[in-house]
């Protein structure tokens, strides 16, 4: 009763009403159907939503409506290859979540979570910190976020890439309308941010240019969910008639691959790479009909703005600076303290008042030690802003300490100090890793049957069905004791 907005409540009911149930029975999924227990009542329901989005009886017929879409970021390894500086890194991942995001808010708001079929969006940081932002009851925000901290681990603005590369819809509107606020959506979200992050340098023409428009353009594919429905009739009927009745109680088995129909129809579409920086070639061809210097971030376009380490800041002055930036890469390096702050409050996924900034290389290398030596000295100074997001950021109040550490360590004894040496030695370091790596194949031994013992060699399928009707019977004694105890 606290929320009037109807579409509100069906937001707040998607997030909240799991992680109820698990508050209160821990461990206990609730499955759909006990005999085939692949999902939950959850997934049943979600997935239910989103088909009454798309279907219609019309004199006893079942007739689809609507479109089914994929949003993509194309060459995005590449996007988030061009980076110097582990926040570069991070910011290139995370800008194209945040366009993806933008994109698809529109239709999460009007539809709800359920039209999107890839990713899921339950605990996804960015549905939460939006559905934080719309709820005015200070009541229910204080529930939204406990559960959010609790089980989506959000703790912060959402600052984890989590909407992938790659996002599917299943939207009640024609295919055209889609296509056509998906891509205004991607370059006003993109609009937002740059403006953002160059807002002091907006009158140059080729930054100018770079606010209007992304640095890549989106793939966007969407067919009409119903010429596809008659298609595949045509194809698996023969001649046979297979429409679906609406009062019928039960689908012919022929329509158990429509919807991998579906995502294979959509999914072709021509794969073209996107380079970055097509969008404004316009203005880059003028800039380098001139003597021009390159962007030492990418390698790829005409630098205008240039990046000074010392004090962390990016200006037009050419004098003693660290890098060279176009403004695609100045984005990526502006991301930080109140401009990142900014970002989120104008995107509207502001959860925290808490300034933050991505951890340095120097930072990362040296964690260990920062935790080690904040445990031995056990007197904390006050935290100026986030960055590991725990008590480390005590001793990681500027990203200078961090350096002078892993120069201290490397030998350079004048910039030792005061540093605890032997702490140091045993737990400093200046490497890290950074792993490239998908999840396209995890899993693969489980879904494709294979199945071991606690030995780690395969079982057969005798094997497998002994387990099973040992454990059935287990289960099934245990009831009847249960059943004995209460009787």
Same mark, same amino acid.
């Given at each position: 009763?606290?929320?009037?907005?109807?579409n509100?409540?069906?937001?707040l009911?998607?997030?909240?009403?799991?992680?109820i149930?698990?508050?209160?029975?821990?461990?206990t999924?609730?499955?759909?159907d006990?005999?085939?227990?692949?999902?939950t009542?959850f997934?049943?329901a979600?997935?239910?939503a989103a088909?009454l989005?798309i279907?219609?009886?019309?004199?006893n017929?079942?007739?689809f409506n609507?479109?089914?879409a994929?949003l993509e970021?194309?060459?995005?390894?590449?996007?988030?290859?061009?980076?110097?500086?582990?926040?570069?890194?991070?910011?290139s991942?995370?800008?194209?979540?945040?366009l993806?995001?933008?994109?698809?808010e529109p239709?999460?708001?009007?539809?709800?979570?359920?039209?999107v079929l890839?990713?899921?969006?339950s605990?996804?940081?960015f549905?939460?910190?939006?559905?934080?932002n719309?709820?005015n009851?200070?009541d229910?925000k204080?529930?939204?976020i406990?559960y959010?901290?609790?089980?989506?681990n959000l703790n912060?603005?959402?600052k984890?890439?989590?909407?992938?590369e $790659?996002?599917?819809?299943l939207? +009640?509107?024609?295919?055209?309308? &889609?296509?056509k606020?998906? /891509?205004e959506e991607? =370059? %006003?979200?993109?609009k937002?941010?740059a403006?953002?992050t160059l807002?002091n340098?907006?009158?140059?023409?080729?930054? $100018?240019?770079?606010?209007?428009? +992304?640095?890549?353009d989106?793939? &966007?594919n969407?067919?009409? /969910?119903n010429?596809? =429905? %008659?298609?595949y009739?045509?194809k698996?009927?023969?001649?046979?008639?297979?429409?679906?009745?609406c009062?019928?109680e039960?689908v012919p088995?022929?329509?158990?691959l429509?919807?991998e129909?579906l995502?294979r129809?959509?999914?072709?579409?021509?794969?073209?790479?996107?380079?970055y920086?097509s969008?404004?070639?316009?203005?880059?061809?003028?800039?380098t009909?001139?003597?021009?210097?390159?962007?030492?971030?990418c390698?790829?376009?005409?630098s205008?703005?240039y990046?000074?380490d010392?004090?962390d800041?990016?200006?037009?002055?050419?004098n003693?600076?660290?890098?060279?930036?176009?403004?695609?890469c100045?984005?990526?390096r502006?991301?930080?303290?109140d401009?990142?702050?900014?970002v989120?409050h104008d995107?509207g996924?502001?959860?925290t008042?808490?300034k933050s900034?991505?951890?340095?290389?120097?930072?990362?290398?040296m964690?260990?030690y920062?935790y080690?030596?904040?445990?031995?000295?056990?007197?904390q100074s006050e935290?100026?802003?986030?960055?590991f997001?725990?008590?480390?950021d005590n001793?990681?109040?500027?990203p200078?300490?961090?350096e002078n550490?892993?120069?201290?360590?490397?030998?350079?004894?004048?910039?030792?100090g005061f540093?605890d040496?032997d702490?140091?030695k045993?737990y400093g370091?200046?490497?890290?890793?950074i792993?490239?790596a998908?999840?396209d194949?995890m899993?693969k031994?489980?879904?494709?049957?294979?199945?071991?013992?606690?030995?780690g060699?395969?079982i057969?399928?005798d094997?497998?069905?002994?387990y099973?009707?040992?454990?059935?019977k287990?289960i099934?004694?245990?009831?009847?004791?249960d059943?004995?105890?209460?009787?």
């Amino acid at each position: 009763s606290a929320i009037k907005n109807e579409n509100l409540k069906y937001h707040l009911l998607y997030f909240l009403s799991p992680l109820i149930w698990y508050e209160i029975f821990p461990n206990t999924p609730p499955v759909a159907d006990t005999r085939v227990p692949t999902h939950t009542i959850f997934d049943h329901a979600t997935a239910t939503a989103a088909m009454l989005n798309i279907i219609n009886c019309k004199n006893n017929k079942l007739e689809f409506n609507g479109s089914i879409a994929i949003l993509e970021f194309p060459s995005i390894q590449e996007y988030i290859s061009y980076s110097r500086k582990t926040r570069d890194l991070w910011a290139s991942s995370w800008l194209s979540s945040a366009l993806l995001w933008k994109s698809i808010e529109p239709f999460v708001k009007d539809y709800g979570p359920d039209v999107v079929l890839r990713p899921e969006l339950s605990l996804n940081h960015f549905f939460v910190s939006w559905l934080y932002n719309n709820v005015n009851n200070k009541d229910i925000k204080d529930i939204v976020i406990n559960y959010a901290k609790k089980y989506a681990n959000l703790n912060d603005n959402p600052k984890v890439s989590m909407m992938s590369e $790659k996002i599917v819809l299943l939207l +009640p509107e024609n295919k055209d309308s &889609v296509k056509k606020k998906l /891509i205004e959506e991607f =370059y %006003n979200g993109w609009k937002k941010i740059a403006e953002d992050t160059l807002d002091n340098w907006k009158n140059i023409n080729y930054i $100018k240019e770079a606010i209007e428009k +992304p640095p890549i353009d989106p793939v &966007v594919n969407a067919i009409d /969910i119903n010429d596809a =429905y %008659n298609e595949y009739i045509k194809k698996i009927s023969k001649g046979n008639d297979l429409s679906i009745k609406c009062g019928m109680e039960y689908v012919p088995i022929e329509y158990s691959l429509l919807f991998e129909y579906l995502y294979r129809k959509v999914s072709q579409y021509d794969k073209v790479k996107r380079s970055y920086g097509s969008l404004i070639s316009n203005v880059v061809y003028e800039i380098t009909k001139n003597n021009y210097e390159i962007c030492t971030m990418c390698g790829v376009l005409p630098s205008v703005l240039y990046y000074h380490d010392k004090n962390d800041s990016i200006d037009d002055n050419p004098n003693n600076i660290d890098d060279r930036l176009c403004p695609y890469c100045a984005v990526k390096r502006n991301l930080k303290r109140d401009i990142l702050d900014k970002v989120f409050h104008d995107l509207g996924l502001h959860i925290t008042q808490e300034k933050s900034r991505y951890p340095s290389t120097s930072e990362f290398a040296m964690y260990n030690y920062a935790y080690y030596y904040t445990e031995k000295i056990n007197s904390q100074s006050e935290i100026n802003e986030s960055v590991f997001n725990d008590k480390v950021d005590n001793l990681f109040i500027n990203p200078l300490i961090a350096e002078n550490l892993a120069k201290c360590y490397s030998g350079v004894k004048s910039d030792c100090g005061f540093i605890d040496k032997d702490l140091l030695k045993k737990y400093g370091n200046i490497y890290y890793a950074i792993i490239k790596a998908d999840g396209d194949f995890m899993g693969k031994g489980y879904w494709s049957g294979v199945l071991k013992d606690q030995h780690g060699d395969p079982i057969g399928i005798d094997q497998y069905l002994n387990y099973l009707i040992s454990y059935i019977k287990e289960i099934s004694n245990k009831s009847s004791d249960d059943l004995n105890r209460i009787n």
